[in-house]
T-cell receptor, first 116, second 116 residues
Framework: AQKITQTQPGMFVQEKEAVTLDCTYD???????LFWYKQPSSGEMIFLIY??????QNATEGRYSLNFQKARKSANLVISASQLGDSAMYFC?????????????FGGGTRLMVKP | GAGVSQTPSNKVTEKGKYVELRCDPI?????LYWYRQSLGQGPEFLIY????????DSGLPNDRFFAVRPEGSVSTLKIQRTERGDSAVYLCASSPRTSGRNNEQFFGPGTRLTVL
């Protein structure tokens, strides 16, 4: 089974509007972390936001927020007030607890395109 | 400060040749990771180092792949008898530690390997 699933291969959003990128995950480990990375056309992976499995509140970082629904095993990224520079690939990733090692498992990504 | 650097940025080789890819992590980061990203997919874990030792090499696809980190800083990923299927972007990441709440991994720009 896929550990990280991103069901939206591509998304369009109008500049200045909000957009939600979906991510569901699968793990039996009670301790895990969820990450979102942005990958522009230059290729470098840029860390955006982190959510720990025991965190009580949804993570926020500037225009990025994470809609964490633990029972549904979803960790959707919300980008508010989209900008043209937000156009990029977005990857959801998970790090499982100690048994899972320290590597990240990535989803297939969502390509976001912001329209002017 | 300087981020993770990788050399070369591009490498074109012929099937059957040997290649080395270099990663220079952020100074002081003890953990170093290698990932491989095929076109249109998310990165896939290959190996990670804690200090000089390979703590987990479960992602290496076969024995043609090997990585070293002799002094606990720079790492080299070595691929023997390259095959066309090895063509991908090889990403390196480092983090200050392997445990802790938010173990953010900082990624380099990657090396694009093309096997003809």
């Amino acid at each position: 089974a896929q550990k990280i699933t991103q069901t939206q291969p591509g998304m369009f959003v109008q500049e200045k509007e909000a957009v939600t990128l979906d991510c569901t995950y699968d793990t039996s480990d009670p301790s895990y972390g969820l990450f979102w990375y942005k990958q522009p056309s230059s290729g470098e992976m840029i860390f955006l936001i982190y959510q720990g499995s025991y965190d009580q509140q949804n993570a926020t970082e500037g225009r990025y927020s994470l809609n964490f629904q633990k029972a549904r095993k979803s960790a959707n990224l919300v980008i508010s007030a989209s900008q043209l520079g937000d156009s990029a690939m977005y990857f959801c990733a998970m790090r499982e607890g100690r048994r899972g090692g320290n590597m990240l498992t990535f989803g297939g990504g969502t390509r976001l395109m912001v329209k002017p | 400060g300087a981020g993770v650097s990788q050399t070369p940025s591009n490498k074109v080789t012929e099937k059957g040749k040997y290649v080395e890819l270099r990663c220079d992590p952020i100074s002081g980061h003890t953990a170093l990771y290698w990932y491989r990203q095929s076109l249109g997919q998310g990165p896939e874990f290959l190996i990670y180092f804690q200090g000089t030792g390979a703590a987990d090499d479960s992602g290496l696809p076969n024995d043609r792949f090997f990585a070293v980190r002799p002094e606990g800083s720079v790492s080299t990923l070595k691929i023997q008898r390259t095959e066309r299927g090895d063509s991908a972007v090889y990403l390196c990441a480092s983090s200050p530690r392997t445990s802790g709440r938010n173990n953010e991994q900082f990624f380099g720009p990657g090396t694009r390997l093309t096997v003809l």
